[in-house]
């Protein structure tokens, strides 16, 4: 009888052992499987975590309030020539732009584009610049040389706007602005667009001495500010 129970004992060992070995492996697997779920939910706490702080942050400290204003304007030439179909454009505008916010904007990528009657005829890259806090910064925006035309109702308007002795011009100025809030980089696009009334010029031989530069002292034009 007890080389019997001996028997039954090493046997059920024996088996143990054995189904020990043969669930080891899908323990070993269910806890990687764990562990992977695990990092995939922290990863996912910590992306979520981090772009809901900025955009708070965004909502907080977005630049509210950027003001543009175009402060003077120098319209030396503007000749529709050959046949209506090719603008011969000079014109300088020296613009302005306001931070009232508690922290400086950088503005980069800026390019400026003028139209009239809807086409544009002019484009010109503009350098980089920085608005400090309540603070503001002054530019030049010159656009000088030639554009096709080939709408026939530009051509009517300018025919009547140069009667009336004035031009109307639009001047938009395209930028990506970014600044840093609690250590948080943010950017945006933006874009200011000015509706200038501008005087014809005197004379046509496109020196600037022909049209004194326009100072707007009363009512400073002030431009619209997208994002």
């Not at 020990?20 to 562990?35: D, F, N, S, Y």
């Not at 609690?182 to 031989?205: M, Q, V, Y």
């Amino acid at each position: 009888t007890t080389r019997t129970t001996a028997r039954r004992s090493r046997r059920h060992r024996r088996q143990r052992t054995t189904a020990q070995r043969r669930l080891r492996p899908r323990h070993a697997g269910a806890a990687a499987h764990r562990l992977l779920c695990c990092l995939f939910r922290v990863l996912a706490v910590a992306v979520i975590a981090l772009g809901t702080a900025v955009l708070v942050l965004w909502l907080i400290y977005r630049p509210s309030g950027v003001k543009a204003y175009a402060d003077t304007a120098a319209l030396s030439r503007f000749d529709l020539t050959n046949g209506g179909s090719l603008l011969v454009y000079n014109l300088t505008v020296g613009m302005r732009v306001r931070n009232p916010n508690r922290f400086g904007i950088n503005f980069r990528s800026v390019d400026a584009q003028a139209s009239y009657d809807g086409d544009r005829f002019g484009y010109a890259p503009l350098q980089p610049f920085y608005v400090g806090r309540k603070s503001d910064a002054r530019f030049d925006v010159t656009l000088s040389g030639s554009a096709a035309i080939d709408d026939r109702d530009v051509e009517r308007t300018y025919r009547r706007e140069t009667a009336q002795g004035s031009y109307e011009v639009k001047v938009r100025v395209y930028a990506r602005q970014g600044f840093k809030v609690r250590g948080f980089r943010l950017n945006n696009k933006s874009k200011f667009t000015c509706t200038l009334n501008l005087p014809a010029p005197s004379s046509g031989n496109g020196t600037a001495s022909g049209t004194p530069t326009t100072v707007f002292t009363r009512k400073q034009p002030k431009c619209d500010v997208d994002y």
